[in-house]
């Protein structure tokens, strides 16, 4: 994704080394995905986003619940004797 915003939204045009496009769905638009999600979305088209693949659906879409889910969810997944490491 572009690291500016653009007046039409946040976008994938490639420059400066960003993705020319969405590498999942190959979307230029970020909005895209929010319309993916819920193709009567009204709201803002705000990043960070965390989407699931398999649902299609975006999960959530603020910075500090998206950090919160990803650490209770990786800790989850190792054995307690390493979660202390």
């Not at 960003?18 to 590498?23: G, R, Y």
């Not at 986003?49 to 800790?75: A, H, K, Q």
Request: hydrophobic fraction near 35%; proline fraction near 7%; glycine fraction near 8%.
């Amino acid at each position: 994704m572009d690291y500016k915003l653009h007046p039409t939204g946040w976008s994938f045009s490639g420059p400066a080394g960003t993705a020319a496009q969405d590498p999942i769905y190959s979307f230029k638009r970020f909005s895209e995905l929010y319309l993916k999600a819920d193709s009567e979305y009204k709201g803002r088209y705000s990043v960070p986003v965390l989407c699931d693949r398999e649902e299609e659906t975006i999960v959530n879409n603020e910075s500090p619940e998206i950090v919160r889910m990803i650490y209770s969810g990786f800790w989850v997944r190792f054995p307690a004797a390493v979660g202390d490491e």
